[in-house]
């Protein structure tokens, strides 16, 4: 419905025009503001902002098309209708009146229906245009609100998704986001018992819903990697938490590594994600191809956990991209694509170059134009495990808050012991005490080589001097496999005690198994931790427990040891 009783500026140095005019639209129910030029209707403009002017063409002191101007820039972004009105008749006039502002012309003599039809189609565009400026502006509001809580949300993201461990000298990555959440997500993290799982991912789509993915996902990945749990366990757990919270039709592909600095060796799981290349430093290309779906899309039955092994030596360079790389389009709208990227590595003299040759490569393909996907490159390289020992927190300004002085027993029974690794568990446990979070590592590898000591040389019965040889180790786990399978009886058992102050502790821990034990007291490392030469029958084991306890007793009949680790540990004994 149009708004009736606008003001309407009339401005005509003709008295007799004006006043008939003035008349026929007060006639119509509007209120008239008169001006006798140019001037006069600028000033009266400003001072009682009218909704429509109808203004001559010829005036003293200041022109129509003149005051047109002044008065447009006035209103801003106000739409005020300019009506002149004028007794023109060639194009160009009339063209020159529509370039200094006007709207429309009004024909002399006038004709009182056309000057009424002409308010009321100009009073609907003013109302038009005022609701399209009131939902623009709510739009605006809108908007730097979910910014605003879109940044809030990022910055939580954030510091959940990168709370890991990618700026390790080893690893080196771009991300180029399309919008303020990126779909694809790099992750992270450094193992209790060294080295370290790696994880990219692409989710469909990218933005908040992609975010809203990957969240639990960096939860569960670095939750389960600092218990200790194996890279298979970890895969499986986020894709069942994606399975349950994914709507059908969203998933996530990617690339999982576990890497292994003592032992040169990477595992990789690829579900959905472009082929990756293992380059040599030497100069050979392996390349890698996806054999698996994407996580979230198989039920637990279904999915595939299986890792591929690689051996990698030190300098070695694994480099995985998102098909956001492949897929980044020019200004011209065509694609990097696969060639473009492998031309880059058959262009490389050195793997050292390979990296920043794909980015360099990239950024002059797209020539600062718009990308349609998010863009993540990593590459992760082999390294000494000493390169990576992140910084310890102090702890010695003040008291430590968490569990001070707590004792349990675990005890696993055949079945348990067939099918369950009580590792994760022990080890979140002792997590819980703020001081052993960072002897992480070397607890891991007490308990390892306790557990394992007892279920495999104790339970199981394995003679350990079969590992003496490649062969031997092949026999070692064929017979472990088999005797595994055959169990039906037999225990371990776990004991830990905790006593400390908060500024310091010591964990106690015991373990027991239902084996024959072993002849302890006739070698010399009953209870020493320095010299010694033990390898007569458990290798490193022994001398490795012994550089990180403070004490590590055997007794009964060798199927009972006691180790003791204090904290903070002594610099002399970390090194």
């Known amino acids: 419905m149009v708004k009736e009783g606008i003001r309407i500026l009339i401005a005509d140095d003709n008295s007799t025009d004006r006043m008939l005019l003035s008349r ?156 303020i959440f990126n779909g694809d997500v790099l992750l992270a993290a450094r193992k209790p018992g060294g080295g370290m799982h790696v994880l990219l991912g692409d989710f469909t789509g990218h933005g908040l819903p992609a975010a809203i993915g990957a969240m639990p996902m960096a939860e569960i990945f670095y939750g389960m990697t600092s218990k200790g749990f194996a890279l298979r366990d970890v ?40 082929d990756c290349v293992l380059l040599r430093a030497n100069g050979e290309r392996i390349e890698l191809k996806s054999s698996n779906l994407p996580l979230g899309v198989l039920s637990n039955e279904q999915f595939n956990d299986t890792l591929d092994d690689y051996v990698m030596e030190v300098g070695d360079r694994l480099l995985m991209w998102s098909d956001g790389i492949l897929e980044a389009r020019n200004a011209d709208g065509k694609m990097f694509g696969e060639p473009r990227l492998k031309q880059v590595l058959d262009d490389s003299s050195s793997v050292d170059q390979v990296f920043d040759g794909i980015h360099r490569a990239l950024d002059q393909f797209m020539g600062g134009s718009q990308r349609d996907d998010d863009t993540t490159l990593i590459e992760l390289q082999m390294t000494d495990e000493q390169a990576l020992e992140a910084y310890l927190p102090d702890l010695r300004s003040g008291p430590i808050a968490g569990p001070v002085d707590w004792h349990m027993t675990y005890r696993m029974e055949s079945h348990t012991l067939r099918h369950f690794n009580p590792l994760p568990l022990l080890m979140h446990i002792m997590m819980e005490v703020p001081g052993l979070r960072v002897m992480g590592g070397e607890l891991h590898t007490v308990m390892a080589e306790l557990f394992s000591n007892a279920f495999e040389h104790g339970v199981l019965g394995l003679d350990s001097s079969l590992k003496s040889s490649p062969q031997g180790f092949m026999e070692y ?16 058992e776990v004991r830990m005690r905790h006593d400390g102050d908060g500024h310091g502790g010591k964990l106690l821990i015991e373990f027991e198994d239902s084996g024959p034990g072993f002849d302890y007291k006739s070698l010399p490392i009953a209870e020493e931790r320095t010299g010694s030469d033990d390898t007569q029958y458990c290798g490193r084991g022994i001398p490795l427990l012994s550089s990180i306890c403070e004490r590590l007793t055997y007794k009964g009949r060798g199927n009972q040891v006691e180790a003791e680790v204090h904290w903070p540990q002594a610099t002399s004994r970390r090194e």
Not at 250 to 268: K, L, P, Q, S
Not at 482 to 492: A, C, D
């Open 24 to 179: 026929i639209v007060r006639n119509q129910g509007h209120q008239v503001i008169e001006a006798e030029n140019g001037a006069e209707a600028v000033e009266l403009f400003q001072q009682q902002r009218p909704e429509m002017v109808l203004m001559d063409v010829m005036m003293p002191l200041m022109n129509g098309k003149d005051a047109a101007k002044k008065i447009k820039a006035l209103a801003g972004e106000e739409l005020v209708p300019l009506i002149f009105l004028t007794s023109l008749t060639d194009a160009q006039s009339l063209a020159d009146c529509l370039e200094s502002g006007g709207d429309d012309f009004l024909s002399k003599p006038y004709n009182n229906v056309i000057i009424q039809a002409k308010i009321k189609s100009f009073s609907r565009m003013r109302d038009m245009q005022q609701i399209l400026q009131q939902q623009r502006d709510t739009i605006a509001t809108n908007n730097e609100h979910l910014l605003h809580e879109q940044h809030v949300a990022k910055a939580v993201f954030d510091n959940v998704a990168h709370a890991g461990c990618l700026s390790a000298p080893n690893i080196r990555y771009i991300v180029s986001p399309l919008s």
């Open 235 to 274: 895969l499986r757990e986020i894709n069942l938490k994606l399975k349950g919270i994914l709507p059908v039709g969203f998933f996530c592909c990617a690339a999982v590594v576990d890497m292994n600095f003592d032992r040169g060796h990477a595992a990789i799981w690829m579900g959905g994600v472009p």
């Open 477 to 492: 786990y064929r017979q472990r496999e088999q005797k595994l399978q055959q169990l039906i009886e037999g225990y371990v």
